[in-house]
């Protein structure tokens, strides 16, 4: 954990793996798949997020293999009581409050759009507009994939839901700002 008891990336990806397992044993492959899938949906691809490994959860004895050993036979795995208790300890981890880097650079971007040409300007709003076009598009396909799971009043599907809309509303925005460029 950093210094003021938030996660790091990797004990997010440890929070995700854990929580994941907790409701229900899984294969190797299909653990790594849904953390791989539920994180990159989140947050876009990231090397921070894509260096923990499951096979490290069965080294410290976090997961069991209930058949098979690891990674090499894909074996079963299920949460130990020791990754109940790290699980525990990773959910009731403090916030850390907005410092998303991205969020500083639209900003900025916008700021100083106006030292930008005509065209260029129409260029960086642009590429704002498809990045929000493509992380609308990471959290609805996340949204499809854990609806048959979580199913109504999941405050998952809740919370996607909200950021959907706001992702929406940033884009319907940012349309309407191109068009009085």
């Not at 069991?64 to 036979?73: C, F, L, S």
């Not at 507009?129 to 499809?144: H, K, N, P, Q």
Request: hydrophobic share 45%.
């Amino acid at each position: 954990m950093f210094a003021d008891h938030t996660l790091t990336p990797k004990e997010a990806v440890r929070l995700c793996a854990l929580g994941t397992i907790a409701s229900r044993p899984l294969r190797y492959s299909e653990l790594a798949g849904s953390v791989r899938h539920f994180t990159g949906r989140i947050m876009g691809p990231s090397l921070d997020l894509m260096g923990t490994s499951i096979e490290l959860l069965r080294y410290e004895g976090l997961v069991d293999a209930i058949d098979g050993k690891g990674m090499e036979d894909d074996a079963l795995l299920a949460i130990s009581e020791a990754g109940r208790r790290e699980l525990h300890s990773l959910l009731t981890a403090r916030l850390r409050p907005g410092s998303d880097l991205s969020k500083l650079v639209v900003a900025l971007k916008m700021r100083f759009l106006d030292l930008l040409e005509p065209a260029e300007r129409r260029e960086q709003i642009d590429l704002l507009i498809d990045g929000v076009e493509s992380e609308l598009a990471r959290l609805i396909d996340l949204r499809g994939n854990n609806a048959q799971e979580d199913g109504p009043g999941s405050a998952l599907l809740d919370w996607l839901d909200h950021d959907i809309t706001l992702l929406e509303s940033r884009l319907h925005w940012l349309e309407a700002f191109s068009d009085r460029l």
